[in-house]
């Protein structure tokens, strides 16, 4: 069975920049989660979703993130414009409606320099 | 003050020995609890859930208190795989939107042969 499929694993580039991180959800699932992973600040959610419509997003650091859900399986975060301190691990994960496990992706490593 | 708080090591610890590890969280409206364990660089899996009356899979006993809102994870004869970064999470029950999975920042344990 396909996990939570998210692109690309690994990008670098430069401070300015426009970001896309983009996540595929395992197909069923109704929740899906946006979460960023770094040394100081450990795994903070962003945002989350239920079948498609932004649910909470008060994590979602200031304006120049944004995330959308366009149909049930596919999911992008936007970074614009990136800064070094955007540098992170950012998971995507997804949930069933029924249960409390949720299932990650394997991550998408963003270095901005 | 952070919504779920650890220890974050690292507990260095030799094979065989027993390691606990704590977890306080600050919701009240917490409902469900749960360790996650994640090796490095990658993403965090479901390790178990935490009941109410203790629960235990093998040489793992998760332990919750809600009067104290607190939550623990007992590791017995640990092994050498065991070594990764163990994360308490809680969810906090949005009502009629499902849940949020708050994460811990996560207790680095590292087994010694």
Redesign the interface.
Same mark, same amino acid.
């Given at each position: 069975d396909a996990g939570v499929i998210q692109s690309p694993r690994h990008e670098v580039t430069e401070m300015g920049q426009e970001v896309t991180l983009r996540c595929k959800p395992i197909s069923g699932h =109704? &929740?899906l989660?946006w &979460?960023r992973q770094t040394m100081m %600040?450990?795994? $903070?959610?962003l945002i &989350?979703f239920?079948n498609n419509v932004p649910? =909470?997003d008060s994590g979602m650091p200031e304006d120049r993130f944004s995330a959308k859900m366009p149909n049930a399986s596919f999911s992008t975060l936007k970074i614009q414009p990136s800064e070094p301190r955007d540098s992170a691990v950012y998971?995507c994960a997804s %949930?069933p409606?029924s249960g409390?496990?949720?299932y990650?992706? $394997?991550?998408s490593w963003l270095t901005v320099v | 003050r952070k919504e779920v708080e650890q220890d974050p090591g690292p507990f260095n610890v030799p094979e065989g020995a027993t390691v606990a590890f704590n977890c306080t969280y600050s919701n009240s409206a917490s409902q469900s609890f749960f360790w996650y364990r994640q090796d490095c660089r990658k993403e965090p899996k479901l390790l178990m859930s935490v009941y109410s009356s203790g629960n235990e899979d093998g040489r793992f006993t998760a332990q919750l208190n809600r009067a104290s809102q607190y939550i623990s994870l007992l590791i017995r004869d640990s092994k050498l795989s065991d070594s990764a970064t163990y994360l308490c999470v809680v969810n906090i029950l949005i009502y009629n939107q499902g849940g949020k999975l708050i994460f811990g920042q996560g207790t680095e344990l590292s087994v010694k042969p």
């Open positions: =109704d &929740y989660f &979460y %600040r450990g795994l $903070e959610l &989350y239920n649910i =909470d998971f %949930r409606l409390n496990t949720i990650f992706g $394997e991550g | -």
